[in-house]
């Protein structure tokens, strides 16, 4: 493994992600207990990384005058089509007012009316001037008194006798091999990006809408270490404009705009409208488009020719504080969207707790089915509808209840971790990568899995659509591959970070393509659309697909949907 170092480290508690919910967990529970140690491994820099790099213009789940907690679980189980876990999406809802006041006192401006009211957007958005936002929460986590190690990429978590006890990776600028010991861990890494081929090729690759940096890693750790995961089935496809992949709510929520076909009509409320809900479902909103497109009527737009001038100097503000690049393209163009509508499409699919619901299985304190280890984010699984606020609230949680955790056990004894043998063994498996002078560049073996899962488990090229002989083949395809890791090679540090993040991709889709395969209905069309059983058939499934390795299978375990909330499901 050449002459790199290696360093066993010590925490109360391990916090492997130092995104949105990461950074708030830290300081939650730096602030619960200032006498614990907390320390963030992070494999960018936690100043600009994850989903908030860019910043934000809204916050997308806040509890508005006139709505409750309640209501909020009824729109969200609406919303993901009757099935959510209650009890997480509830308990969720229950602190997010609270989260986004205490982010408002560290120096975020949410924008206000005359009477000092937060200004609403939609139903459950307010408007904030979020371009800071990150840098906000990430020295607020310094301030806590939480220790951060950058650039810190983590392949794998400690786990004995499902309980765990650390988590291991490596400096990816210069090699140092870690080892971390914890008393409890909060995983907080996000979703996943780049398991299917995106809409941009070549060099623009990465200009995706989920940080294409997300690469499932946490799902792949926990995956490995024997965690139950629920719902990968649930796939999130964005809405989004077209070549760029800017978010479209902006355009829907904050300025009217509607979707239009090329023969300008207004499809969604005609064709696409679900049940008598009021508006459509999140997923009908990508499949009514990807329908019009796929029978003829393509390309589709949202309509912003309404739009006043001082309107469209709004709307680029607007997104200049979250997607600069949509202003700066609109520019170089000579595009004015008050004068032509804005062409948009879906995007690949992206695995993202916070959207739907694809994650670790939790309890209502967001502990894993491994002992010691928490889940938070759009890693964490079964409450949809998190954005940012519920990835706060959902990060509080998390830390008191790791904190609680500790505390219960403060005196036992640490358990062995690895011996010196094994550490070396798992040093020299980590780093082999850059030992190999042949073999297959880590972007090779991206692009193969990208083409299997978008050719043969429904990406963007099928129009989302998937059948039992293509997921059946994406399975065999998916072995072939997982088998030929061993052949991956590295130049350099950053090198072996791709091999890393290719390993689990392939991992995440593995486990994706047997949920796709275990669901026999259409619950979220596009999301999932499965077309030997295009129905949705709550009689025999209205019920969590869950899954975990065991053996070196991967075993489906179905768990039972509980309704806490009265009232129809289908009504927001
Ligand atoms: C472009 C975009 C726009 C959005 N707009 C809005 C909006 O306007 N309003 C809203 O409410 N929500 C919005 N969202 C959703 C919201 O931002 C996310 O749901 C939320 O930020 C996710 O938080 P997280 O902590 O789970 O993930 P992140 O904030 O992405 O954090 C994950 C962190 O883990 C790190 N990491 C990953 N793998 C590893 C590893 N192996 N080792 C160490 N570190 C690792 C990453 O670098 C990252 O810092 C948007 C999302 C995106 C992508």
Not at 317 to 330: D, G, R, T
Not at 416 to 445: C, Q, T, W, Y
């Amino acid at each position: 493994m050449g002459n790199f170092k290696v360093e066993i480290l010590e925490t109360d508690l391990l916090i492997i992600g130092g995104g949105t919910a990461g950074c708030f967990s830290a300081v939650k529970a730096r602030e619960k207990a200032a006498d614990l140690d907390v320390l963030i491994l992070e494999k960018a820099h936690i100043e600009r990384s994850g989903c908030l790099a860019a910043g934000m213009n809204a916050i997308n789940a806040y509890i508005n005058p006139g709505e409750s907690p309640e209501s909020f679980v009824r729109y969200v189980r609406a919303d993901a089509m009757g099935l959510i876990r209650e009890d997480l999406v509830l308990s969720m809802a229950r602190r997010l007012n609270e989260v986004v006041e205490e982010v408002e006192s560290w120096g975020l401006p949410i924008m206000k009316d005359r009477e000092g009211n937060y200004l609403a957007r939609g139903r459950w958005n307010i408007k904030i001037s979020g371009e800071r936002l990150k840098p906000i929460i990430a020295n607020k986590a310094l301030e806590a008194g939480a220790r951060v190690l950058n650039r810190v990429l983590v392949t794998d978590l400690l786990v004995e006798d499902n309980q765990v006890k650390g988590a291991i990776g490596f400096n990816i600028r210069k090699g140092v091999f870690y080892l971390i010991q914890a008393r409890a861990v909060i995983v907080a890494t996000g979703g996943a990006a780049g398991i299917y081929r995106p809409n941009n090729q070549g060099s623009a690759h990465h200009k995706m809408w989920y940080p294409p940096f997300n690469t499932g890693a946490g799902y792949a750790m926990g995956i490995r270490a024997g965690a139950e995961m629920t719902s990968f089935e649930m796939r999130f496809i964005a809405l989004r404009t077209k070549d760029v992949i800017a978010p479209t709510g902006t355009l829907a929520l904050g300025f009217g705009a509607t979707q239009v076909n090329a023969r300008g009509e207004r499809f969604m409320a005609k064709k696409y409208a679900h049940l008598g809900a009021e508006g459509a479902p999140t997923p009908w909103r990508v499949y009514g488009p990807t329908q019009e497109i796929k029978e003829g009527r393509g390309p589709v737009f949202l309509d912003t020719t309404h739009l006043k001038e001082e309107e469209v100097r709004e709307l680029k503000k607007s997104y200049l504080n979250m997607y600069p690049e949509l202003v700066l393209a609109w520019a170089a163009n000579g595009f004015d969207p008050g004068k032509e509508p804005v062409e948009i499409q879906g995007t690949e699919p992206y695995l993202v707790g916070g959207h739907t619901q694809s994650g670790y299985w939790i309890d209502v304190d967001r502990q894993t089915s491994i002992e010691g280890l928490y889940a938070a984010g759009d890693v964490a699984g079964g409450a949809p509808y998190k954005f940012v606020s519920g990835c706060w609230a959902e990060g509080a949680i998390a830390a008191e209840s790791a904190v609680a955790y500790i505390r219960e056990r403060e005196g036992e004894e640490r358990g062995p971790i690895i011996d010196k043998l094994d550490l070396d063994a798992r040093a020299g498996e980590v780093f082999a990568p850059l030992n190999r002078s042949e073999g297959v560049h880590p972007r090779e073996m991206e692009e193969s899995l990208q083409k299997i899962m978008d050719e043969y488990a429904g990406g963007i090229s099928r129009y989302y659509e998937m059948n039992e002989k293509e997921l059946g083949m994406a399975e065999q395809k998916l072995e072939k591959l997982k088998s030929q890791v061993k052949y991956l090679k590295a130049g350099d540090l950053h090198e072996l970070m791709n091999c890393h993040e290719v390993m689990d991709r392939i991992d995440v889709a593995r486990v994706l393509v047997k949920h796709l395969q275990y669901r026999k209905e259409t619950r979220w069309p596009a999301y999932q659309s499965f077309v030997d059983y295009p129905a949705l058939n709550d009689r025999d499934w209205l019920k969590f697909v869950n899954s975990r390795y065991e053996n070196g299978e991967i075993k489906i375990i179905e768990r039972p949907y509980e309704q806490l909330i009265p009232g129809d499901r289908y009504l927001p």
